[in-house]
């Protein structure tokens, strides 16, 4: 099972591309506004646009990790520029903070994330390629 | 017709136990219209508001129920500017001659906790921990830092300067300076931040009478503090900004930039002539980064401005005279009116201990905010 509906599909990023204007936008709107956008599969190779680490746990909401203060472990997280596309932001994983530089090629992977209310649920990532 | 400041009060930054933030925005009403030498009868209009601490009209029960236009204004970061300007608008218009501008708040200990569906987006995204204010700082300034060669010790000597000038400021939460090794020595909270250099949420309230020309004379006011340059913008296609799943490749002007430019244009002065700044440190970075979108040195210029200590009191540009946010927290409606105060305190030559040198003519105020804003206010004596 997926965090959410409509990130992945046949194992892809996908996000919308505006009728009109073109742009891409990551994740694909939803609701009334998705009727503006076509879906469109974005690349699982990109370039490492920016990083950090999340060092403490997060409030619950919006959080649902199922961490306590006394579990919880720092995350990367950072945004992944997909060429000629969009930069999306994503969890960075495989890798130690100090691999990190910004620019490196990544790839896209699944994670998986403990979630309170669904259970252990696959989230999108990106690794060193 | 000329708009003047001619009245100031604030309540002070950081925690009252046992007080409402309204209550601290009634003391900060109260306050200004002393400061003014007027009654609260003789408010013509107010606008006001925060962001966790209710709704700013109600103050009409302690204050007085003289039957005024009170406006509530709920613009995030941007609560106290948006309440300024609409404040100036209101006297240029011919609406009032004497108008209120007032903000307040109080929030719990900790991050912000906002929802995802507030700013448009999924669930997913708060779920697995994207939905935090200080990530998007980190990503900026880590990103801003790997362009322009901006070093970690930069950092560490904006959160010095910080600390020094809240110990200078009665008013301010934070009032103990903290030695630079000791900055450069925290604990990281993301990445090139860490606990020194990010502001916290806080409480306090500030409030400002605002007066046309026509009164300031009738009134014979000592020092009136004219408004020159006001504005308030929104982000464009190709912004970075705060809660954002994704953005574009291409950027653009960031809306700290169209404000800066606009409020310039109107006061008919530039960067170069600015004697005192107060620009968004909701953390080190975003100082850094605000000098330079403001327009008052060119990307990674500010390495150099900070090791020469050109933003201290005595500097060339002093920057965040009264601690800015670093030093007095962040409660959210009173912020950026926190700015306006300490500029007029300043160009009024009331700053004692942190009084600018060589008596400031010409002072700016900045507020940034989600989901990508910005206040921009320059005021002359």
New interface residues.
């Given amino acids: 099972m997926f965090?959410?509906d409509n990130?992945i599909e046949d194992g892809h990023l996908i996000?919308g591309q505006h009728k009109e204007s073109g742009?891409?936008?990551?994740?694909l709107p939803?609701g009334a506004e998705q009727a503006f956008y076509d879906t469109v599969q974005l690349s699982d190779e990109g370039k490492l646009?920016?990083?950090?680490?999340?060092?403490?746990l997060?409030?619950s909401?919006?959080?649902?990790?199922t961490e306590t203060l006394e579990t919880f472990k720092p995350?990367i997280?950072?945004?992944v520029?997909l060429p000629?596309?969009?930069?999306?932001?994503s969890?960075i994983v495989g890798c130690d903070?100090s691999d990190l530089k910004?620019g490196m090629a990544l790839r896209l992977t699944t994670t998986p994330?403990d979630?309170k209310e669904k259970g252990v649920v696959d989230?999108f990532a990106y690794t060193p390629a | 017709m000329d708009v003047a400041i001619i009245g100031i009060g604030i309540h002070p930054f950081g925690r009252t136990e046992g007080m409402s933030g309204l209550d601290q925005g009634v003391y900060a009403v109260r306050q200004a219209l002393k400061d003014a030498g007027v009654e609260w009868s003789d408010v013509e209009c107010a606008f006001g508001g925060s962001s966790a601490a209710g709704n700013a009209d109600i103050m009409v029960n302690q204050l007085g129920l003289t039957g005024l236009q009170f406006i509530n204004v709920n613009n995030g970061c941007a609560t106290g500017g948006s309440a300024v300007i609409s404040a100036y608008a209101s006297i240029k218009a011919g609406q009032s001659d004497i108008a209120l501008a007032v903000g307040f708040d109080k929030h719990p200990r900790g991050s912000f906790d906002p929802k995802p569906a507030d700013w448009g987006i999924d669930d997913w995204y708060g779920d697995q921990g994207f939905m935090l204010t200080t990530q998007f700082f980190a990503l900026k300034i880590q990103r801003y830092m790997a362009e322009f060669g901006i070093t970690p010790k930069a950092l560490a000597l904006v959160a010095e300067k910080a600390f020094h000038n809240g110990s200078l400021n009665e008013n301010a939460w934070r009032r103990s300076p903290v030695d630079l090794e000791t900055i450069e020595n925290a604990p990281m909270i993301n990445d090139p931040l860490n606990k020194f250099m990010f502001c916290s949420p806080a409480e306090g309230g500030v409030a400002l009478i605002l007066a046309s020309e026509k009164k300031v004379k009738e009134l014979g006011i000592q020092k009136p503090v004219w408004v020159k340059g006001a504005a308030v913008k929104t982000r464009l296609e190709g912004s970075f900004e705060v809660f954002s799943p994704s953005i574009q490749i291409e950027r653009s002007t960031p809306p700290t930039t169209l404000a800066s430019n606009a409020a310039f244009e109107m006061a008919g002065v530039g960067p170069e002539d600015i004697d005192v700044a107060q620009l968004q440190d909701t953390e080190s970075g975003a100082e850094i980064m605000h000098m330079a979108e403001n327009g008052f040195c060119a990307d990674g210029d500010q390495e150099k401005w900070l090791a020469e200590r050109a933003t201290w009191l005595n500097g060339k540009l002093p920057v965040n005279t009264d601690g800015g946010c670093l030093a007095n927290g962040e409660p959210i409606g009173a912020s950026g009116l926190r700015q306006v105060h300490e500029n007029v305190v300043q160009l009024r030559g009331e700053g004692g201990e942190r009084q600018v040198p060589g008596e400031p003519k010409v002072a700016y105020s900045h507020v940034y905010g989600a989901p990508g804003l910005s206040a921009v206010a320059i005021l002359e004596r």
């Fill in positions: 965090i959410a990130l996000g742009k891409i936008v990551f994740p939803s646009w920016s990083w950090s680490v999340q060092r403490f997060p409030k909401p919006p959080y649902m990790g995350y997280f950072g945004y520029e000629r596309q969009v930069i999306v932001q969890r903070e910004i994330f979630h989230t």
